[in-house]
């Protein structure tokens, strides 16, 4: 629950609510009510460390070449592409953890990995936006590390490599827009 207090890094153990004889977070009875019979106590002791500041994930478009409907042999296929990086600045000292997680945004269900589902302004139909990284589809709502990320000597840039490309969705293509988003979310430990 955010109380608009300043957070401070210190230590878990001793948290208001505790008795220095008996310092549990929680007590669990598996007696009756009155108290009689076995219970168990959990202990917690930690520092908690304070750091300032986050990692910032500058917006991008990636624009598509144009593509003949011609260039695809069927649902599945992909055809043409486009490079692109995903950046990451400023990212502070301390974490033990930076992850992030490409969400796709959108409602619609979609049928291959990586997929993107087609945006408002979309006027295409049978085909879509596949996001690749490394040479396979993209991973969508999973926290991935940002393994070169260091605790100690941490980089004012990361740069991960991703591509862009259409991908047949069905059996036959119109022409038109094709337009798909995703947001990158962080997490920090």
Same mark, same amino acid.
Request: hydrophobic content about 35%; some cysteine.
């Given at each position: ?29 598996? /007696?009756?009510?009155?108290? =009689? ?7 917690? *002791? !930690? @520092?908690?460390? +304070? ?42 000292? /301390?974490?033990?953890?930076? =992850? ?7 409602? *619609? !269900? @979609?049928?291959? +990995? ?5 945006s408002a302004g979309s006027t295409a139909t049978g085909v879509g936006i596949q996001v690749m990284s490394g040479g396979s589809a993209a991973t969508f709502n ?9 605790k100690t000597a941490p980089s004012n840039l990361y740069s991960l490599p991703f591509s862009a490309r259409y991908i047949q969705t069905g059996s036959t293509i ?16």
């Open positions: 629950m955010a109380t608009g207090e300043t957070i401070t890094g210190g230590s878990l153990k001793g948290l208001s609510g505790t008795s220095s004889s008996s310092p549990a977070y929680f007590t669990f009875n598996l /007696g009756n009510i009155t108290g =009689g019979g076995p219970f168990y106590q959990f202990f917690l *002791a !930690a @520092t908690v460390q +304070a750091i300032a500041g986050t990692c910032t994930v500058p917006g991008q478009s990636v624009t598509l070449p144009g593509v003949s409907s011609t260039k695809f042999a069927g649902p599945g296929t992909p055809a043409g592409g486009q490079s692109f990086s995903i950046q990451f600045t400023g990212c502070p000292a /301390g974490f033990n953890r930076v =992850g992030y997680t490409l969400q796709p945004l959108g409602s *619609a !269900a @979609t049928q291959y +990995a990586g997929e993107l589902p087609l999973t926290s991935l590390p940002l393994s070169a990320y260091s119109t022409p038109g827009t094709v337009n798909g988003q995703m947001q990158v979310l962080m997490d920090y430990q």
